[in-house]
């Protein structure tokens, strides 16, 4: 089975693989103090946990990671614990097939590239992939498979951090719809500016982007996905498919076009 892990900035995301379907998938905090080992424990008590694989199940691992520090002790739990088991990291030099059109390509955060590279299999371009995590992150890919560029929001925790700590009667909240976008008390109104006010971003975003990638904007495919996506699915009036898996998906890709 194959491992996949997406590192980032707030949770890592871990799947495994038998064939194109992921049959377990797990979610913990990003924490850069996490050592190797630690790492180590962390992942093999989750699989020991899963009634439906043992360690020994593990034959191959992807992994991209946009936290540094985080990366190189991934990089070393690889090595220690699962020496013997082929690891592939999204880094410079590794195949994608996903030609990056930015002024420098090196700039482009290596998840982005593998949802641009997972969209393209999944549902063709051109697309944009909104990717709901500590940042909204918007991502064009051409008919041609070309990753063209993208756009950077704050996330919506990230959001919400703000006005709890900025606002002195203003606190963190549960994130559920309001009964409705003119609120009757202070939790629905933060509710409804976040909920909806996110909704009315993407769309916006979304609208402008897909009139710069092609002549006809109805023919690009928005593909959302992220931990943070199912908050605005029903109140995006521009979302088409919501795919959770997308950037696992793209490292399995990936995986396969370096490995023999």
């Known amino acids: ?23 377990e998938h797990w979610r913990i905090n990003t924490d850069p103090r996490r050592t190797a080992d630690e790492i180590a ?7 020991q946990q899963s009634p439906l694989l043992a360690e020994t199940d593990i ?4 992994l991209c990671s946009t936290v540094p520090s985080v990366l190189h002790e991934m990089r070393e739990m690889c090595r220690r614990y699962y020496g013997d088991v082929p690891a592939v990291i999204v880094e410079p030099g590794v195949k994608t ?4 059109r930015m ?17 393209v299999h999944t549902h063709g371009g051109p697309a944009i992939v909104v990717d709901f995590g500590t940042a909204t992150t918007f991502d064009a890919v051409s008919a041609k498979g ?38 009757k008390n202070t939790v629905e109104a933060l509710q409804s500016g976040i909920i909806f006010g996110f909704a009315g971003q993407v769309d916006g975003i979304v609208e402008r982007m897909s009139e710069e990638l092609v002549d006809e904007p109805d023919e690009v495919t928005v593909i959302a996905t992220g931990g943070l996506a199912p908050l605005v699915l029903e109140e995006s009036r521009s979302i ?8 696992l998906i793209g490292l399995r890709l990936i995986y396969q076009r370096n490995t023999p």
């Open 1 to 23: 089975m194959l491992l996949t892990i997406d590192v980032g900035n707030t949770h890592t995301v871990l799947g495994l693989f038998e064939g194109e379907e992921v049959i």
């Open 41 to 47: 424990v962390v992942l093999q008590g989750l699989v």
């Open 59 to 62: 034959s191959g691992i992807a």
């Open 97 to 100: 097939g996903v030609p990056v």
């Open 103 to 119: 002024d420098n390509p090196k700039e482009v955060g290596a998840d982005r590239i593998v949802n641009a590279l997972a969209a």
């Open 146 to 183: 070309e990753y063209v560029g993208g756009a950077i929001a704050p996330g919506i925790e990230i959001s919400i951090d703000a006005l709890s700590s900025r606002g002195a009667q203003l606190h963190k909240i549960e994130l559920v719809r309001p009964r409705s976008v003119i609120a």
């Open 240 to 247: 088409d498919v919501f795919e959770p898996w997308l950037t």
